[in-house]
């Protein structure tokens, strides 16, 4: 009897931890032997995506072809400061400690983004407790705090996300409690105050559909007034958040070849192409193809379509390599994208390089094609 309960009671554990070791064992890496985008275009710009510290076989395709990631959510305001007292560093950390170890530049996104602060925010707003001289000291503490804590690793920051108004209305800034409260003083603040908190850091201004004459007016008023208050801005973001039916490159190239001509090199910060058409201008929301349902396999046509989109779209950075610094994927791959739940939620969407096994589709390779074609 007592021989064979020693062994039961032994080897419970060895089986039990046995198992442990089996479900905490990571998948085994993706071996990508396609050529790597960082590589393909190392001499003309850098090659980023967006993610939240990427596991496994993200992780794995991130690392191989991109050399700077932006944190996806971690980072902006609502997520770092979820109530008035609580800083919730852990996803933000994560993400720099992941590019760190990997040897990717990361940009910091987002320092101001009035369109999403945290509720709490709007609250003390709407209720009269946050007067405009203590927002824009809260803003002040808040820049200070978090360009700070990453001041040794994080060297670009989108320092203020979509400031402007859409469409051809008189408004200058886009509308909502923050921006309404402060005026444009919140965008002269924020810039000065993270160059106080980092004098060496690369501080952007970052935006979408700057590809319409509208919007680019008022972004190269915004651009003149901070360079009167003697503000430095070091580069401009076009997130470049396309459509498929309707790409606009023409438009893309004018914003390119005006941002650079008034002094700022550009960064396209969020790219993707939503294989689904949405409005546009100041009715971003609104759907026009795809309904709620979507394609779960992209159709071989529109696969065809976007692989040639992608392909004249990169000949067209290539083109302009001088002005273009940087060109990030907002996400990793399909099955990551945030287009899979906006402006319809839980869409399958098909914007990127790559699809939901990480292998790269017939865009990637159309782009890889352009990067090998002789310069014009
Ligand atoms: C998006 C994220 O990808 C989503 O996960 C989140 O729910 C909403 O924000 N413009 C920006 C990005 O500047 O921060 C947004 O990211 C996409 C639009």
Not at 156 to 182: H, I, K, Q
Not at 261 to 287: C, F, M, N
Request: charged share 25%; hydrophobic share 40%; with cysteine.
């Amino acid at each position: 009897m007592k021989p064979s309960l020693k062994i039961i009671v032994i080897g419970l554990p060895i089986l039990f931890s046995m198992d442990l070791i089996l479900a905490a064992k990571p998948e085994a890496p993706v071996v990508h032997a396609e050529p790597a985008l960082k590589d393909v275009f190392k001499k003309h710009f850098l090659i980023g995506m967006s993610a939240d510290h990427p596991q496994q076989r993200r992780a794995s395709l991130l690392r191989h072809h991109a050399n700077a990631i932006t944190p996806e959510n971690g980072m902006k305001f609502y997520s770092l400061r979820p109530s008035p007292d609580v800083w919730n560093w852990e996803k933000a950390d994560r993400t720099v400690d992941f590019a760190t170890a990997n040897d990717l530049k990361i940009v910091g996104h987002t320092l101001v983004w009035c369109y999403r602060m945290s509720p709490w925010v709007n609250e003390r707003i709407a209720s009269g407790e946050l007067d405009k001289a203590a927002a824009l000291a809260l803003q002040d503490e808040h820049i200070r705090q978090v360009v700070g804590r990453y001041k040794d690793r994080v060297k670009t920051w989108d320092v203020v996300n979509e400031a402007l108004a859409d469409g051809p209305g008189p408004e200058f800034l886009r509308s909502d409690p923050w921006s309404d409260l402060c005026g444009v003083e919140y965008v002269v603040e924020a810039f000065q105050s993270a160059r106080r908190a980092d004098p060496e850091a690369k501080l952007l201004y970052n935006d979408y559909n700057l590809e319409f004459p509208d919007k680019r007016a008022r972004l190269l008023r915004l651009l003149a007034l901070l360079e009167e208050r003697g503000v430095r801005v070091d580069g401009v973001g076009i997130q470049g958040h396309m459509q498929l039916s309707r790409l606009r490159l023409a438009e893309l190239e004018a914003a390119i070849v005006e941002i650079h001509a008034a002094g700022y090199p550009v960064h396209l910060t969020e790219l993707d192409i939503d294989v689904y058409s949405r409005g546009e201008g100041a009715d971003v929301q609104r759907i026009e193809t795809g309904g709620d349902a979507g394609y779960a396999e992209l159709p071989e046509e529109l696969q065809t379509q976007l692989a040639a989109g992608y392909g004249a779209l990169f000949r067209l950075l290539v083109k302009h390599a001088d002005k273009v610094e940087r060109v990030t994927f907002w996400n990793v791959d399909d099955g990551s994208s945030w287009l899979n739940n906006w402006p319809v939620k839980g869409r399958e969407n098909h914007p990127l390089l790559f699809d939901r096994a990480q292998q790269p589709k017939p865009a990637f390779w159309e782009v890889i094609r352009v990067a090998k074609e002789p310069i014009p």
